[in-house]
């Protein structure tokens, strides 16, 4: 059977809408969300630390290029972070640094760089093949990216394995995810995505919201995403925001903590199940 690190080598995947191909890791776990507001960041984080307390190693890189905001969340003042590499001062690997409270491993943004969310394409592409490369040293990186569907998070979410995309129940935001699900759709990578409902405030509604969600793809689009998991509105959470520390920290047995594990339990084998099809259509 093939390791965790076997399943890291990464390969290139046919983009369905014009027949060209991309890159993709074969472990990388990206986050997206339609709009801001609904938790990524925070999900992110504690899902790296999920995934780190099931004996994983991980890595947490900060995509959200322009308004990065991982390090502020976990209150890390880093000495080094993507802005050195996008200006070519350092390669990817050199600016990773261990938050050992959690027991993985950062990449910092750079909040307030326009600059790093306008890159010109071929940059952010070597930025991209940096991260899959890189990618190869771990278990499973995990990738906050950007609210919205510009390129960057296109293209992060392209490399990804597996793209979890996190709704609330407000209408925006249900909009903005299935506008997130339709663009996918027209370059060939509806088929990564799965969904998480974030606050949701029981399993009911977030049932219900995912039902939402779920109906509108299948009547206009005709997929059928996965629902990932929901996390329950928890005052813990808020709770340990304000005080910058990890949720499975601070108040391990929450609702939410429990929530989130077992989103990062799902997520992770649905990585190894797609890793392994992937392996298989490569040899044909």
């Known amino acids: ?5 076997q399943l890291a080598q990464n390969t290139l995947s046919p983009d369905l809408a014009n027949g060209s191909v991309f890159p993709r890791g074969k472990n990388i776990l990206a986050v997206a969300s339609g709009k801001g507001g609904v938790g990524k960041t925070f999900f992110s984080i504690s899902l790296t630390h999920a995934l780190s307390r099931m004996g994983k190693k991980a890595l947490l890189f900060d995509g959200d290029l322009g308004l990065a905001n991982v390090d502020v969340q976990l209150g890390l003042m880093p000495k080094r972070d993507l802005n050195d590499v996008i200006r070519g001062r350092l390669s990817l690997d050199k600016v990773v640094q261990r938050y050992e409270d959690g027991g ?5 943004g750079r909040s307030g760089q326009a600059s790093l969310s306008a890159l010109p394409s071929q940059r952010l592409g070597m930025l991209r093949d940096q991260l899959i490369d890189l990618s190869d040293a771990y278990d499973v990186v995990v990738v906050d990216l950007g609210a919205g569907v510009d390129r960057t998070v296109r293209m992060f979410s392209a490399c990804a394995t597996r793209t979890l995309l996190v709704s609330t129940d407000e209408p925006t935001s249900l ?13 060939g990578m509806s088929k990564n995505i799965s969904i998480v409902v974030n606050m949701a405030s029981s399993k009911a509604e977030g049932e219900k919201t995912y039902k939402t969600l ?27 925001i304000r005080h ?3 949720l499975l920290m601070r108040s391990p047995n929450c609702d939410a903590a429990g ?24 040899r044909g």
């Open 244 to 246: 910058q520390t990890p």
């Open 175 to 187: 909009t903005d995810a299935y506008a997130f699900i339709k663009l996918g759709a027209a370059a």
């Open 214 to 240: 779920l109906k509108a793809c299948e009547n206009f689009l005709r997929l059928s995403p996965p629902l990932a998991g929901m996390v329950r509105q928890d005052p813990k959470v808020k709770e340990t």
């Open 1 to 5: 059977m093939a390791t965790d690190m």
């Open 259 to 282: 929530d989130i594990e077992k989103i990062a339990q799902f997520a992770y084998k649905e990585m190894v199940d797609e890793a392994k099809a992937l392996q298989k259509a490569m």
């Open 104 to 108: 993985f491993d950062i990449i910092a």
